[in-house]
């Protein structure tokens, strides 16, 4: 029986750091990526317009720029000789401008209410990827999620079924 809980408790104790311990690709990931930023712009009569441009600031053209409302498309642009971009048409909120490389969270104000720190333009740049929120796990993430936790509770019961039956042993023990 000693034998059983102290399996039960060891399994229990890896499943539970297992949950709580990312993985190490999580490590990494988060070491590298820059703190979430959401641009703040003011739209002129409903419009947002802006540039697409490389790292270094040469304008990119013919790119293919998307707006995004809750993972729904919404518009979509190619950007011209400038890397000049606008889409018309559109209330405050909060949206995504995406290329095929890169993106960024923008948060669309009506000229009454911006905030002082929003601007009227927003410069995109190409392959630089900006979020403004968490990303959906992978399947393999859920899955894994799935099993530890799964682990977790099965560990817990399982201790507790030893820890029941090493009392009812005990007790068959000291009856005559």
């Known amino acids: 029986m000693k034998i059983h809980s102290r399996f039960a408790r060891a399994i229990c104790l890896m499943t539970t750091w297992a949950?709580?311990?990312?993985?190490?690709?999580?490590?990494?990931?988060a070491a590298s990526t820059t703190t979430p930023v959401v641009a703040d712009i003011t739209l002129q009569d409903?419009?947002?317009?802006?540039?697409?441009?490389?790292?270094?600031?040469?304008?990119?053209?013919?790119?293919?720029v998307r707006?995004?409302?809750?993972?729904?498309?919404?518009?979509?642009?190619t950007t011209d000789a400038t890397g000049a971009y606008s889409?018309?048409?559109l209330r405050a909120g909060v949206y995504r401008l995406e290329?095929?490389?890169g993106g960024a969270t923008v948060r669309v104000w009506s000229a009454a209410v911006a905030p002082p720190s929003s601007v009227e333009?927003?410069?995109?740049?190409?392959?630089?990827?900006?979020?403004?929120?968490?990303?959906?796990l992978d399947r393999l993430h859920v899955i894994l999620l799935g099993l530890g936790t799964a682990g977790l509770v099965t560990g817990t019961v399982g201790i507790a079924r030893a820890e029941s039956a090493r009392r009812v042993a005990l007790r068959a023990a000291q009856s005559p």
């Not at 409903?46 to 293919?64: F, W, Y």
């Not at 707006?67 to 642009?77: F, N, T, V, Y």
């Not at 333009?121 to 959906?136: A, C, I, M, N, P």
């Open 87 to 89: 889409f018309a048409g």
């Open 67 to 77: 707006l995004l409302r809750e993972q729904q498309i919404l518009a979509q642009a």
């Open 46 to 64: 409903g419009l947002l317009h802006g540039r697409l441009v490389t790292p270094e600031g040469t304008a990119i053209a013919g790119v293919t």
């Open 121 to 136: 333009s927003f410069t995109l740049v190409e392959g630089e990827v900006v979020r403004g929120q968490f990303e959906d």
């Open 99 to 101: 290329t095929a490389t």
């Open 19 to 29: 949950v709580l311990l990312p993985a190490p690709e999580v490590f990494a990931e």
